[in-house]
Nanobody, 119 residues
Framework: QMQLVESGGGLVQAGGSLRLSCAASGRTFSSYTMGWFRQAPGKEREFVAR????????TYADSVKGRFTISRDNAKNTVYLQMYSLKPEDTGVYYC????????????WGQGTQVTVSS
């Protein structure tokens, strides 16, 4: 089992920034691809960003490209999501997730952290 705990969410005005963190424990963090997802009220959970285990590959949803940056520190078992130029439509619960090598789906999920962007 891997435990994932997100932090760093909060209330911010449009145009502001936040940095989310996700601390992992229980498994070899460095061997997992890590991702961030979000779920807005009344909507399905959607992909935001992912980063490979060696940080040599990242992918972003079109809606956040150029505004969000995903990174990881394998020594600290932590993945980050730096968010700039936040918009009201970025509001939602943000989840981090871990995907083992060779798996198509994410194996472990955190409980989420709320991000609210006011206009």
């Amino acid at each position: 089992q891997m435990q994932l705990v997100e932090s760093g969410g909060g209330l911010v005005q449009a145009g502001g920034s936040l940095r989310l963190s996700c601390a992992a424990s229980g498994r070899t963090f460095s061997s997992y691809t890590m991702g961030w997802f979000r779920q807005a009220p009344g909507k399905e959970r959607e992909f935001v960003a992912r980063i490979s285990w060696r940080s040599d590959s990242t992918t972003y949803a079109d809606s956040v490209k150029g505004r969000f940056t995903i990174s990881r520190d394998n020594a600290k078992n932590t993945v980050y999501l730096q968010m700039y130029s936040l918009k009201p439509e970025d509001t939602g619960v943000y989840y981090c997730a871990a995907r083992a090598s060779g798996w198509a789906s994410y194996n472990y999920w955190g409980q989420g952290t709320q991000v609210t962007v006011s206009s």
